[in-house]
Nanobody, 119 residues
Framework: VQLQASGGGLVQAGDSLRLSCVVSGGTFGHYTMGWFRQAPGKEREFVGYINSGGLIWYQESMKGRFTISRDDAKTTVYLQMNRLTPRDTAIYYC??????????????WGQGTQVTVSS
């Protein structure tokens, strides 16, 4: 199973960005898909997840600005980020978790995509 994240870039504060993560080589519907981020010098932070039934959970600080969605036909999970601030600057990772795994050690990771927000 491979996860390919994309969509990062350099934006200005207040802008929006949509990240994508394409999953290949596995059964997409088998996995709950999550997003993490890691800012320079900080620990990795869980953004949220979406399961195969469409149940979504967000880190409290992300609610209202970030939206996770998935397109099973495209085996892709998205992270829509609005009203970005410099504190959102980080490498964003997607991850896939099977039913027997947990988010401290998901089954698969994407390679990460850099998001930089300038003030």
């Amino acid at each position: 199973v491979q996860l390919q994240a994309s969509g990062g870039g350099l934006v200005q504060a207040g802008d929006s960005l949509r990240l994508s993560c394409v999953v290949s080589g596995g059964t997409f519907g088998h996995y709950t898909m999550g997003w993490f981020r890691q800012a320079p010098g900080k620990e990795r932070e869980f953004v949220g997840y979406i399961n195969s039934g469409g149940l979504i959970w967000y880190q409290e600080s992300m609610k209202g600005r970030f939206t996770i969605s998935r397109d099973d036909a495209k085996t892709t999970v998205y992270l829509q980020m609005n009203r970005l601030t410099p504190r959102d600057t980080a490498i964003y990772y997607c991850a896939a978790k099977g039913p027997d795994s947990n988010w401290s050690n998901p089954d698969y990771w994407g390679q990460g995509t850099q998001v930089t927000v300038s003030s």
